[in-house]
């Protein structure tokens, strides 16, 4: 995909400067995305959340818990973590 960039005319810039963007895959995807890639990589989500309200067990009904949820859900998966609100679990 990025060999189709320098195709043609190569402006002098580019050779000098750095080409970092695919160092940063999160930027531009979608939170479903995000579990999408993590899943594949088998990234340790019961180690990582955002939650507004609590620091200990993920309370499950603010807005980024909602958020992250919700991106498990698109994507097909279960969220392995801990939510303090039972009635957010699917289970
Ligand atoms: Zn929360």
Redesign the pocket.
């Known amino acids: 995909m990025a060999a189709a960039v320098v195709s043609g005319n190569v402006p002098k810039h580019s050779l000098s400067s750095s080409s970092s963007n695919s160092a940063a895959p999160v930027i531009g995807m979608s939170k479903t995305d995000i579990v999408k890639r993590g899943l594949e990589l088998g990234a340790p989500f019961q180690l990582t959340w955002s ?4 620091e200990k067990i ?5 807005e ?2 909602a958020l992250r949820l919700r991106a498990f859900a698109r994507a097909g998966a279960a969220d392995p973590l801990r939510y303090a609100d039972p009635g957010s679990r699917p289970a």
């Open positions: 939650c507004y309200q609590s993920a309370c499950g009904a603010c980024s818990c």
